[in-house]
């Protein structure tokens, strides 16, 4: 990747993805499944772009939503509606209501009460809901607090017991249709053992309602495949894929795979230039154009990304990188060895494919970045800059 001419053809802050390296990781776990029949349903959340979304559609992909607003992107990309999944912990009933007219493949409920809510919903429209419940098998996926999600003291899913009574409750309703299961214990795993535990509980489950006449077809095992960040060991998908089969021999479900991070996070950068160096009493700070507000993950997670000084090397000294928010956690990298550097200076902050741009905002009234793709050698904008009259717009208006 030439970043400097990209810097200079697009401007900075930029996000820039690799898209055959995204259609690679798309690949590869849908390699690693191919003893089956399976389903990989990008996790929209990660990067919801369209243009990327478009991408994955055209190799096949299905897509997990959080919200209706990914499912209407899902739609709108080109992804058919057979392979959309619509999961999160809490929806709302006009969501739930669009998603069960929009006939997507299955809804992944994560409470009683929402099971509740969504036969009330599937009966007023007079629809038979397709659904998965998302069971929490609390296993510690030893992953950072904030991104496991399968341990009982988590808000997502319900337990054994309680899915049990939820898919004979499904079983019992007119409304209701129980066509999958589902976990997902969390993300940034890169430990093989917890995945196959959780896999094996969930195949046990499902293995026991079978006996009941509960045949599912999906078997659901999240998303959650680490990439590397820095140095940490990460999982093969096959390997992967070889730990939950081996929990599941006899059985014939369609396999289903929630990918996010693994398919976007290394295929894209985020670049921005240096403004200014500053030395403190105590600390080298190289302050850059790119944010907290455009890359929050540092800030909310205190999450690793490799930064690079384009083009420089010489002689390296600690610096901090960061940005121009009026925050203390606006910072984008810690104590890293990083040559002297001077304005205009490009860097490149590595792994920023997923949870970059779509955690983004506008605060400090700063608009959010272009995002661009490569493809095949060629570049090409995919979401342009937002302008200051853009940010406003919702507001002028009413200014009396
Ligand atoms: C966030 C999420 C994913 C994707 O997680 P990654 O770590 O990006 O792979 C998949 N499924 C569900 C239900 C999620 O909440």
Known sequence: MDYRALAQKYDTP????????????????????????????????????????????????????????????????????????????????????????KDILYINIESEAEAERVELIAKELGKVARVSFRVNPDIDPKTHPYISTGLSENKFG??????????????????????????????????????????????ELAKSLQKIDIDLKFFDVGGGLGIRYKDEKTIEPYDYAQAILSTLSGTDYTIVTEPGRFIVGNAGVFLTRVLYEKQTASKRFIIVDGAMNDLLRPSLYDAYHEVEVVGKNGDATLADVVGPVCESGDFLAKDRLLPKTEHGDLIVVKSAGAYGFV???????????????????????????ESFEYIIEKEIRFMV
């Not at 017991?161 to 940034?188: D, M, N, R, W």
Request: contains cysteine.
């Open 14 to 101: 930029l996000y820039v993805y690799d898209f055959n390296e995204v259609a690679k990781n798309y690949h590869a776990v849908k390699n690693a499944f191919k003893a089956r029949k399976s389903l990989v349903a990008y996790a929209v959340k990660a990067n919801s772009n369209m243009s990327l979304l478009k991408l994955l559609a055209d190799l096949g992909s299905g897509a997990d939503c959080v919200s209706i607003g990914e499912v209407k992107r899902a739609l709108l990309a080109g992804i058919p509606s057979y392979k959309i999944i619509f999961s999160g912990v809490g929806k709302r009933d006009d969501e739930i209501a669009e998603a069960i007219q």
């Open 158 to 203: 319900v337990d054994i017991e309680t899915a049990k009574k939820l898919y004979l409750f499904a079983k019992k309703s007119p409304y209701l249709l129980p066509v999958g299961i589902h976990f997902h214990i969390g993300s940034q795993l890169t430990q093989l053992e917890p995945i196959k535990e959780a896999s094996a509980i969930v195949a």
């Open 359 to 385: 955690m983004s905002s506008n605060y400090n009234t700063r608009p959010r970045p272009a995002e661009v793709a490569l493809e095949d050698g060629k570049d090409r904008l995919i979401r342009e800059r």
